[in-house]
């Protein structure tokens, strides 16, 4: 078995009888070693306090009188938002159960960044034993940002936080940062596309997030992001789909459409209503999907032996910014 996304932190975490990712004291101890976190030697004694004490036993209850006696606020604030994400994990035991919860209408105030935190772990899990590289890129777009290229014929997906690092320094680091103040042009940015010939590059390469996908109707990666949502959605509600790239909508019948993304999601509600949609407002669609349910009684009746579209979009910035909560969150399912 290939290994894959060592970053993700599977090492920390343990599988229960379901197959869902229980919260370790290990999981917690990584977030609480993080840099806004662990305490410097200046930190005040009641910091290095709380530090060990949450170390020794990362489930312990801090009383709101340990935050105020650290004299450092912003620090204070730091252990109050980690404090927060702890507390939401052991409520909810496992981290799906936890990921579900944010989206279930209760108010949480968790950094977006560690969501995308959890939701690079929880594919980790789903993902364990898959050797199609293109499908591990392909769920980069659930945790990653991603940068997109049109024109020239041309849809390349890539990584939007190494597109800016590289436009910055060029690939050459704080050299390139130094050639960069200096003020001499840096060259554009290039990162090797990810084919059916070349893939293997990916597994030294999984954890760096360097590899572009094309994107086009034609080619792997879209039915490959396909084959992710359907295990992605399996491994959530134990419903199993069929998802199909497609590229159009034309059905009398259209009764459910979920959009990954805001855009998307905007330009479907606006087609489903019957609005007129300007052409560049067309152009941001990216991909779309029929979904199937393969037993139809897991839909609700009014969706029972109709498909499901899905679109996939890019903003005004031309980025895609995924929601895989609205998957499981909008997704017509018989709740009985």
Same mark, same amino acid.
């Given at each position: 078995?290939?290994?894959?996304?060592?970053?993700? @932190?599977?090492h920390?975490?343990?599988?229960?009888?379901?197959?869902?990712l229980?919260?370790t004291p290990?999981?917690?101890r990584? =977030?609480?070693?993080?840099? #806004?976190i662990?305490? &410097?030697e200046?930190?005040c004694?009641? !910091?290095?306090?709380?530090?060990?004490?949450?170390?020794?036993?990362?489930f312990?209850d801090?009383?709101?009188? !340990?935050? *105020?006696?650290?004299?450092d606020k912003?620090?204070?604030?730091?252990y109050?938002?980690i404090?927060?994400?702890?507390d939401?994990?052991?409520?909810? +035991?496992?981290?799906?159960a936890a990921?579900?919860?944010?989206f279930?209408g #209760?108010?949480i105030?968790?950094?977006?960044m560690?969501?995308?935190?959890?939701?690079?772990?929880i594919?980790r899990?789903?993902?364990?034993g !898959?050797?199609?590289?293109?499908?591990?890129?392909?769920?980069e777009?659930?945790?990653?940002?991603?940068?997109?290229?049109?024109?020239?014929?041309?849809?390349?997906l890539?990584?939007?936080?190494?597109? !800016?690092?590289?436009?910055?320094? +060029?690939g050459?680091?704080?050299? @390139?940062?130094?050639? *960069? $103040?200096?003020g001499?042009?840096m060259?554009?940015?290039?990162?090797?596309?990810?084919?059916?010939?070349n893939?293997?590059? =990916?597994? $030294?390469?999984?954890?760096?997030?360097?590899t572009?996908i094309?994107f086009?109707f034609?080619?792997?990666?879209p039915?490959a992001?396909g084959?992710?949502i359907?295990?992605?959605?399996?491994?959530?509600? +134990?419903? #199993?789909?069929r998802?199909t790239?497609?590229?159009?909508?034309?059905? $009398?019948?259209?009764?459910w459409?979920i @959009?990954?993304?805001?855009?998307?999601n905007?330009?479907?509600? *606006?087609? =489903?209503? +019957?609005?007129? &949609?300007?052409e560049r $407002?067309?152009?941001?669609?990216?991909?779309?999907?029929r979904l199937?349910?393969l037993?139809?009684t897991?839909a609700?009746?009014s &969706?029972r @032996?109709?498909?499901?579209y899905?679109?996939?979009?890019?903003?005004?910035?031309?980025?895609?910014?995924?929601?895989?909560?609205?998957l499981?969150t909008?997704?017509p399912?018989?709740?009985?």
């Amino acid at each position: 078995m290939m290994e894959f996304w060592k970053s993700a @932190g599977m090492h920390l975490v343990e599988r229960d009888q379901n197959g869902w990712l229980k919260v370790t004291p290990d999981y917690l101890r990584a =977030y609480f070693t993080r840099p #806004e976190i662990h305490p &410097v030697e200046e930190s005040c004694k009641a !910091e290095h306090a709380l530090f060990e004490k949450i170390m020794a036993d990362p489930f312990a209850d801090i009383s709101p009188e !340990e935050l *105020a006696a650290i004299a450092d606020k912003d620090a204070a604030d730091n252990y109050g938002v980690i404090l927060r994400f702890r507390d939401h994990l052991k409520q909810n +035991g496992t981290l799906e159960a936890a990921y579900m919860a944010l989206f279930s209408g #209760e108010q949480i105030s968790i950094p977006p960044m560690f969501i995308d935190q959890m939701v690079h772990l929880i594919l980790r899990n789903i993902l364990e034993g !898959e050797e199609d590289a293109i499908q591990l890129r392909a769920a980069e777009l659930f945790f990653r940002e991603q940068a997109v290229t049109t024109g020239d014929d041309q849809l390349m997906l890539a990584d939007q936080e190494i597109v !800016e690092m590289r436009s910055e320094t +060029g690939g050459f680091g704080g050299l @390139g940062q130094l050639i *960069a $103040e200096a003020g001499t042009p840096m060259r554009d940015v290039t990162l090797d596309v990810l084919t059916e010939d070349n893939k293997s590059l =990916y597994w $030294e390469r999984s954890d760096q997030f360097d590899t572009a996908i094309d994107f086009r109707f034609t080619q792997a990666a879209p039915d490959a992001l396909g084959r992710v949502i359907e295990k992605w959605i399996a491994h959530f509600l +134990g419903i #199993e789909t069929r998802i199909t790239a497609m590229q159009s909508i034309s059905d $009398e019948r259209w009764s459910w459409h979920i @959009g990954c993304d805001m855009s998307s999601n905007k330009i479907l509600n *606006a087609l =489903y209503n +019957g609005e007129e &949609v300007e052409e560049r $407002e067309l152009y941001k669609i990216l991909a779309l999907y029929r979904l199937e349910f393969l037993n139809p009684t897991d839909a609700v009746a009014s &969706v029972r @032996g109709k498909p499901v579209y899905l679109g996939v979009a890019m903003n005004d910035d031309k980025k895609l910014i995924f929601k895989p909560q609205n998957l499981l969150t909008n997704l017509p399912i018989n709740r009985d």
